[in-house]
């Protein structure tokens, strides 16, 4: 039975339960100095002055930073519009503070506790101007994104007036989600080391290439100068993706005192210049005939902004092609405010979106008297009604037909209040998950050692996700060698180049790469064993021999057998290797590709104090191969929980008189916790996708929590008849 799709064991999960696996603070480095960062207490205006004599005069403090005195980088050019996020740093270059919680200085010490004390006695004046802080403000001074490649800003299909007028029911509504921070239990953290004019970064990434092509830029060297190592990334979500100022500063302030550097981004500061996903609203406009077909879908998207870079939460993506409308119409809009730049954040686009769009559904089925599965279904995408394009897959149909069967929805009445346990008011609601199926070029060697060892490698990450776990099993698949064998090795700019780990595509671009790697492997040892006299297996055609645990042998007479190990001995002891590169071709303009899934949401509210439990969540998923059961499983429920988390506790609050999140910690901005999650049955469809790359995997990384926040709104309104538009839903809005 092939390894690929069993659910072994993290290969890396004895590492972590004992502690063994060093994060990026935690690599023991010599002369090892720490350092903080101060952030801005005002959201907007210029720094007149930061008196440093105090923290300076205090004991262990090696450097303090300021814009009065921290090193000239190069000049940037301006990034090209639609750079992504962090294109723009505050590295201490001017004066000019764009939100509350910008890097303004940074004091290097000889300990934590000393970097922070002095951090504490910096003396800084402001001269403070207006800022906007306020969202309905901010929507007065819309402005247009750029176009991405293959995502214009804006689309238009079919109609819309037409249809919106022959509709027989009409939806319209506005909905409304918060600023979210990432708090992946690592914080964002990096020790940098200069020798010489070479910068090393131990720096927790999802790109280990993309922190270095930054670091270069900054400082102005070569990448080749630049070494940036990650083996383990305790969470990233997406705020890991680009480097953030911190990065940088910890290579600046390593210069200024000549000595190692550990910057850790502490809790309370990953609420501002780290990255956040953005607050939305959302116009969504619904027309449909009688039978429940679409005739128009406009959804019209606002996301917020900052003033000193921009970045775009695509929302109205959803909209364009889940459903088979007659006429669609989506336009995306910044409004700018004095926050820290926003950020990707687990489904960019697709977690907001799809709540709108699944909510407006779910509000459109009700007015029709329609079963919202049945709704979905009759306006069902056979083709890519955006793109005119076939889909390379598509399980959508039979992940509606699972999830409501292992939820039991056909036993749901579709009167709102009318499920009761005891007291208890029991909603039902559902909705579809979508994310698009990406891949990038990624690069990956194996190598076959003496002992009979394989080393994999590519410079990938393990987010937390199991790309140790899937490579490996990737890994002995292809080359015939058993799990145990093989040491999948990631996480170094060192390594063969791999892209960002976002965007769910890691599996479908470095999986690639790392099978051609490894059959290339065993080709080469294949043909060694034939071209060698020594060899049991001298003379027999290269392709006649199969690789097996470990053994070469020939088809068909599996007594003619030897070790691939001892190929190696014979080469001198010399690792046998080899190399690959994997990159998509012209498959995205034949086909689209999107993973799909349907989710079904339990609530019970309590009708007097209005509290949510979730006792149950269905999900099924169509995407494609899925390479380890266990680890991919555990992705989807991760996500789950997540959606759960949005739909219920995320929210990010901001004073608007400071612009400071208020809830900066873990204590008061909530995440679910054990308790907050009932039971979550997840389940994958088979599907065989021969189109997305030659693994047939599509990615699972983001779909988990697509869709979540719409089917718990709708269960809520299923319990309560109290329809909530705008997210978290908590008990102040239901009662
Ligand atoms: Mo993901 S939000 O593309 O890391």
Redesign the pocket.
């Known amino acids: 039975m092939s390894i690929i799709g069993q659910g072994i064991d993290r290969t890396d999960g004895f590492l972590k339960v004992t502690g063994g696996a060093l994060y990026s603070a935690e690599h023991p480095i010599d002369k090892l100095s720490h350092a903080v960062m101060v952030l801005s207490t005002i959201p907007s205006g210029t720094i007149s002055s930061i008196d440093t004599a105090a923290a300076s005069a205090m004991p262990g403090v090696l450097a303090v930073l300021t814009p009065q005195n921290a090193p000239r980088l190069p000049k940037q050019e301006k990034p090209p519009p639609g750079a992504p996020a962090g294109a723009k740093l505050s590295l201490l270059q001017d004066n000019v503070v764009h939100y509350n919680g910008q890097p303004i200085a940074v004091v290097v010490a000889e300990s934590l506790e000393q970097a922070r004390d002095a951090a504490r006695h910096l003396a800084v004046r402001y001269a403070a101007t207006p800022a906007v802080l306020d969202f309905r403000k901010a929507k007065q001074n819309l402005r247009k994104p750029p176009s991405q490649p293959e995502k214009p800003t804006d689309s238009s299909r079919g109609n819309l007036a037409g249809g919106m007028s022959r509709a027989a029911q009409r939806m319209d509504a506005v909905y409304t989600t918060p600023v979210e921070n990432h708090n992946p239990m690592e914080p964002h953290a990096t020790i940098a080391v200069w020798e010489g004019d070479q910068l090393t970064l131990h720096d927790s990434t ?1 790109y280990v290439g993309g922190a270095r092509k930054a670091a270069a830029k900054t400082f102005g060297i070569a990448p080749d100068k630049v070494r940036v190592h990650c083996p383990f990334v305790g969470g ?6 680009t480097p953030w100022s911190h990065v940088m500063l910890a290579a600046m302030a390593s210069k200024v005192v000549a000595r190692p550097v550990k910057l850790v981004v502490e809790r309370q500061q990953m609420f501002g210049p780290v990255g956040a996903r953005p607050m939305t609203e959302q116009h969504l406009r619904l027309g449909a005939a009688r039978d429940g077909k679409l005739t128009a879908v406009q959804h019209d998207s606002i996301s917020h902004t900052a003033f000193l870079d921009d970045f775009l939460e695509p929302c109205a993506l959803v909209s364009r092609s889940l459903y088979n409308a007659e006429s669609a119409r989506t336009t995306h809009r910044y409004a700018s405010m004095h926050l820290g730049v926003p ?6 686009g697709e977690a907001s979106g799809s709540f709108a769009l699944e909510s407006a559904l779910d509000e459109l089925a009700y007015k029709l008297k329609m079963d919202p599965v049945q709704l979905r279904l009759q306006n069902y995408a056979e083709t890519d009604p955006e793109k005119n394009l076939p889909y390379s897959s598509k399980s959508l149909r039979e992940c509606y037909r699972v999830a409501a069967e292992r939820f039991g929805w056909a036993r749901r009445t579709a009167e709102p209040r009318s499920m009761r346990e005891g007291k208890t008011l029991v909603g039902w609601g559902m909705a579809t998950a979508t994310y698009p199926t990406n891949r990038q070029k990624s690069k990956a060697s194996a190598a076959l050692h003496a002992d009979g060892s394989v080393v994999v490698r590519s410079g990938t990450h393990d ?1 937390g996700t199991g790309t140790y776990t899937v490579m490996t099993q990737i890994a002995a698949d292809a080359l015939g060698v058993p799990v145990t064998k093989v040491r999948f090795e990631l996480g170094d700019t060192a390594m063969p180049e791999a892209p ?5 595509m890691t599996v479908a671009s470095v999986g690639p790469a790392v099978h051609a790697a490894a059959t290339a492997l065993r080709e080469k040892l294949a043909a060694m064993a034939a071209a060698d006299q020594r060899s049991p297996l001298k003379g027999s055609a290269a392709a006649d021999l199969v690789a097996e645990n470990g053994w070469l042998s020939v088809r068909g007479a599996p007594e003619r057998r030897e070790a691939m190990a001892a190929l190696v001995a014979r080469n001198g002891g010399k690792p046998v290797e080899a190399d690959s590169e994997s990159a998509p071709g012209d498959e995205k303009k034949q086909y689209s590709m999107h993973a799909f899934g349907a989710v079904f949401v339990e609530v019970h509210v309590d009708p007097e104090l209005g509290t949510i439990r979730v006792p149950r969540v269905v999900g099924a998923y169509g995407v494609g191969k899925l390479i380890n059961k266990k680890t991919g499983h555990s992705q989807l429920l991760g996500g789950v929980v997540w959606g759960l988390g949005m739909g219920l506790m995320e929210k990010t609050e901001i004073d608007g008189r400071t612009g400071r999140a208020l809830n900066a910690n873990l204590a008061d901005y909530h995440v679910p916790v054990n308790a907050d999650i009932g039971e979550i049955d997840v389940s994958v469809v088979e599907e065989n996708d021969p189109h997305v790359n030659p693994l047939g995997a599509k990615g699972i ?2 779909i988990g929590i697509v869709g979540v926040a719409a089917a718990l709104a709708n269960a809520v309104y299923h319990a309560t008849g109290k329809r909530i538009r705008d997210l978290p839903i908590t008990v102040d809005k239901l009662v």
């Open positions: 999802q990233g979500f997406g705020s890991k993706g950020t990707y954040m687990r489904a960019p987010l960002v780990s976002g965007g769910s990384g983001e």
